[in-house]
């Protein structure tokens, strides 16, 4: 079986553009939950999607978004970056969402210039 | 809000030695998971064992295995036998257990040990 796959795996940006990253969870997987990992804050939570539904949400601004398509295949998107946002972001699908068995993928790494 | 800390930055092993890495976590749940990942080079967080609170048998996977002491909210990996390929980043990481849309998906981590496996 094919494991979460994240493209691309390196972007660079400017402040104020925007991005678009993309992940396919394992088959059969239908929660995508993104992370965001820089080395001063480590690992954040940023959404869940669920069924093509956002079902939980942490705490980051609301030019953060998402969407799942009927695949379960998910996108992320940041609108109006910052340098702060320079980060490795993290997609992890699982079958089981209450056992919290996550699955990562490699991550898109986001420089912002 | 619950929080995870993973207080050595930096540990290292021998080559087939023994080593353990230390996480505590603070919750006023009583049901909940708890996990260590593993993230080497490339990246790619891969789990390395899983515990449910309400089992008091310690977890085990091959060469790795925790000691879970619940009262004193501590969870700490065990590695047996390092090998070079052990050398990574780990993390420590705690989910709320349950139905519920605030849990899923969610893990809260801790800040992470770098394990350096000397041959």
């Known amino acids: 079986k094919a494991g979460v796959t994240q493209t691309p795996r390196y972007l660079i940006k400017t402040r104020g553009q925007q991005v678009t990253l993309s992940c396919s969870p394992i088959?059969?997987?239908?929660?995508v939950s993104w992370y965001q990992q820089t080395p001063g804050q480590g690992l954040q939570f940023l959404f869940e999607?669920?069924?093509?539904?956002?079902?939980n949400k942490g705490n980051f601004p609301g030019r953060f978004s998402g969407r799942q398509f009927s695949n379960s295949r998910s996108e992320m998107n940041v609108s109006t970056l910052e340098l702060g946002d320079s980060a490795l972001y993290l997609c992890?699908?699982?079958?089981?969402?209450?056992?919290?068995?996550?699955?990562f993928g490699s991550g898109t790494q986001l420089s912002v210039l | 809000a619950q929080t995870v800390t993973q207080s050595q930055p930096e540990m290292s092993v021998q080559e087939a030695e023994t080593v353990t890495l230390s996480c505590t976590y603070d919750?006023?749940?009583?049901?909940?998971?708890l996990f260590w990942y593993k993230q080497p080079p490339s990246r790619q967080m891969i789990l390395v064992i899983r515990?449910?609170?309400?089992?008091?048998q310690n977890a085990t996977e091959n060469r790795f295995s925790v000691n879970f002491q619940k009262a004193a909210k501590s969870f700490s990996l065990k590695i047996s036998d390092s090998q070079l390929g052990d050398a990574a980043m780990y993390f420590c990481?705690?989910?709320?257990?349950?139905?519920?849309?605030?849990?899923?998906?969610?893990?809260?981590f801790g800040q992470g040990t770098i394990l350096t496996v000397h041959p």
């Open positions: 992890a699908s699982s079958f089981d969402r209450s056992a919290g068995k996550l699955f």
């Open positions: 515990q449910e609170a309400y089992k008091q």
């Open positions: 919750t006023s749940e009583s049901d909940y998971y």
């Open positions: 088959s059969g997987h239908r929660s």
């Open positions: 999607y669920f069924s093509e539904t956002q079902r």
């Open positions: 990481a705690y989910k709320r257990a349950g139905a519920g849309g605030t849990s899923y998906g969610k893990l809260t």
